[in-house]
T-cell receptor, first 113, second 113 residues
Framework: DTGVSQDPRHKITKRGQNVTFRCDPI?????LYWYRQTLGQGPEFLTYFQNEAQLEKSRLLSDRFSAERPKGSFSTLEIQRTEQGDSAMYLC???????????FGSGTQLSVL | DAKTTQPNSMESNEEEPVHLPCNHSTISGTDYIHWYRQLPSQGPEYVIHGLTSNVNNRMASLAIAEDRKSSTLILHRATLRDAAVYYC??????????????FGKGITLSVRP
């Protein structure tokens, strides 16, 4: 069990650029979650997958955000035309099944200049 | 989602017990009480969860009021490494649509040496 891995740990980009983050969940965890966290706030839910199916999306996930989990293993979160308000920590979590505890990665810190 | 209420912050001395309160007066009969904590620059980490009975594990104890409208996370001997934000979260038992965790702001625990 190597834990949930997120890449990169830090990303600095200019406003208007596209960015993509990757999450590798714990092996054989079929549920994968994306959260966003700004300073002083708790994590906010963005979306989750069961295997390759995206089962729920938050209203926070605007049209500029897209997440995929093509083979039910790793996932990517892409933000197009980044805005300064997108600056946050993006957290990924996985769990083996429903109502099991979630295992979080260390996150990707995005700074949009 | 049912809401929880926690104090903003709490201070403790090292080696002493810590009691972190959480109010959840609108809890439903199928809501589990989960606690996660988040150390600086890390993703949240599962601590403990319970439904009705008090629970113990190697990290902490969870005391649940008889009416389930409040609970207390107990750290038996605080260490400096326990300084973190602690989140009390209600998570429905029903599978599928209610899979996500909804975080509040949590309580920031400071531990004095």
């Amino acid at each position: 069990d190597t834990g949930v891995s997120q890449d990169p740990r830090h990303k600095i980009t200019k406003r208007g650029q596209n960015v993509t983050f990757r999450c590798d969940p714990i092996s054989e965890h079929n549920r994968l979650y994306w959260y966003r966290q700004t300073l002083g706030q708790g994590p906010e839910f963005l979306t989750y997958f069961q295997n390759e199916a995206q089962l729920e999306k938050s209203r926070l996930l605007s049209d500029r955000f897209s997440a995929e989990r093509p083979k039910g293993s790793f996932s990517t979160l892409e933000i197009q035309r980044t805005e300064q308000g997108d600056s946050a920590m993006y957290l990924c979590a996985s769990s083996p099944w429903d109502n099991e505890k979630l295992f979080f990665g260390s996150g990707t810190q995005l700074s949009v200049l | 989602d049912a809401k929880t209420t926690q104090p903003n912050s709490m201070e403790s001395n090292e080696e002493e017990p810590v009691h972190l309160p959480c109010n959840h007066s609108t809890i439903s009969g199928t809501d589990y009480i989960h606690w996660y904590r988040q150390l600086p620059s890390q993703g949240p980490e599962y601590v403990i969860h319970g439904l009705t009975s008090n629970v113990n594990n190697r990290m902490a104890s969870l005391a649940i009021a008889e009416d389930r409208k409040s609970s207390t996370l107990i750290l038996h001997r605080a260490t400096l490494r326990d300084a973190a934000v602690y989140y009390c979260i209600l998570r429905p038992q029903v599978t599928g649509a209610n899979s996500k965790l909804t975080f509040g702001k949590g309580i920031t625990l400071s531990v004095r040496p």
